[in-house]
């Protein structure tokens, strides 16, 4: 069974920058891709930022310039760098993983907090 540990949240303000993890009980080069996504208080689930296993990242519109996906194979880790967060930043982020016959599996997810 694989699983996901994110870590990294925490309580910022407007226009600090902070780092997630998600470290994988597997190598991450099993995955056909890897993203984050966050869900805020009463919103859906949104798409954060991917990356493909042959590296092609996707951006939501809300992040693009401020977020930065990547990842560590040799760490089997996948971080999430975001600059300049702003209010609306404030989710609980999942790390989720897709293999190669398809099979989902989600992180438990990290709190951040942007208020000042």
């Known amino acids: 069974q694989v699983q996901l540990v994110e870590s990294g949240g925490g309580l910022l303000q407007p226009g600090e920058s902070l780092r997630l993890s998600c470290v994988s009980s597997?190598?991450?080069?099993?995955?056909?891709?890897m993203a984050w996504y966050r869900q805020a208080p009463g919103k859906q689930r949104e798409l954060v930022a991917a990356?493909?296993?042959?590296?092609?990242?996707t951006y939501s519109d809300a992040v693009k310039d401020r977020f930065s996906i990547s990842r560590d194979s040799a760490q089997n880790t996948l971080y999430l760098q975001m600059e300049n967060l702003k209010p609306e930043d404030t989710a609980v982020y999942y790390c989720?993983?897709?293999?190669?016959?398809?099979?989902?599996?989600w992180g438990q997810g990290t709190q951040v907090t942007v208020s000042s």
């Open positions: 989720k993983a897709t293999n190669i016959t398809w099979n989902v599996t």
């Open positions: 597997i190598s991450v080069s099993n995955f056909r891709g």
């Open positions: 990356l493909t296993r042959d590296g092609v990242t």
